[in-house]
Nanobody
Framework: QVQLVESGGGLVQAGGSLTLSCEAS????????IGWYRQAPEQQRELVAS???????KYADSVSGRFTISKDDAYNSVYLQMNSLKPEDTAVYYC?????????WGQGTQVTVSY
């Protein structure tokens, strides 16, 4: 089982950018799909971006055109480039397989977007 550790969050003004990183404890090359999820206070966790074997990507409507997911199998890492950030993007961001494995949730990384 691969363990995932997220990093790169922080405080940014609306319109700014951040890049999140997810480092796996083992190879991610064979994972069919891996994604970034987020959970805002008092809201359910949602999947915002996915990347599949072969490179196909899928985004939630709320982030399409602003966020870009990528991965580097050589470094067992997945990234989320976030541009044009909005206050409503404020949340804890997690990476996990798609569909998510209940036993693979990490601590996440907090992203806060101020007005």
């Amino acid at each position: 089982q691969v363990q995932l550790v997220e990093s790169g969050g922080g405080l940014v003004q609306a319109g700014g950018s951040l890049t999140l990183s997810c480092e796996a404890s083992g190879s991610i090359a064979g994972i069919r799909a891996i994604g970034w999820y987020r959970q805002a206070p008092e809201q359910q966790r949602e999947l915002v971006a996915s990347i599949f074997i072969g490179g196909w990507k899928k985004y939630a409507d709320s982030v399409s055109g602003r966020f870009t997911i990528s991965k580097d199998d050589a470094y067992n890492s997945v990234y989320l480039q976030m541009n044009s950030l909005k206050p409503e993007d404020t949340a804890v961001y997690y990476c996990n397989e798609v569909p998510a494995r209940d036993d693979s949730w990490g601590q996440g990384t907090q992203v806060t977007v101020s007005y």
